[in-house]
Nanobody, 115 residues
Framework: QVQLVESGGGLVQPGGSLRLSCAASGIIFSRYVMAWYRQAPGKQRELVAG???????NYADSVKGRFTISRDNAKNTVYLQMNSLKPEDTAVYYC?????????WGQGTQVAVSS
């Protein structure tokens, strides 16, 4: 049974930081591209950042220079370090694991940026 379990969300003031974690089980983690998506109220889910096992990354333009995705293959965990948070970063953040053949999602963790 595949599980992706996110943690680390919460309420933070503008300019603050959070680190999200996603622990994966039931998959050969190193074979998967890991990514973070987010969905704000009334908006479509969008890609925030992605990371291959080989270390290639891609980021949404809106988070470049502020967010960093990383992974620890020994711990089957992917992280999203979020700095200089803005109110428009408020959303539910979802962990995603995918290959050319399958895709898995976590249940999501809420991030709220507000003063």
């Amino acid at each position: 049974q595949v599980q992706l379990v996110e943690s680390g969300g919460g309420l933070v003031q503008p300019g603050g930081s959070l680190r999200l974690s996603c622990a994966a089980s039931g998959i050969i983690f190193s074979r998967y591209v890991m990514a973070w998506y987010r969905q704000a109220p009334g908006k479509q889910r969008e890609l925030v950042a992605g990371l291959t096992s080989g270390g290639m990354t891609n980021y949404a333009d809106s988070v470049k220079g502020r967010f960093t995705i990383s992974r620890d293959n020994a711990k089957n965990t992917v992280y999203l370090q979020m700095n200089s948070l803005k109110p428009e970063d408020t959303a539910v953040y979802y962990c995603n694991a995918h290959t050319a053949f399958d895709t898995y999602w976590g249940q999501g963790t809420q991030v709220a940026v507000s003063s």
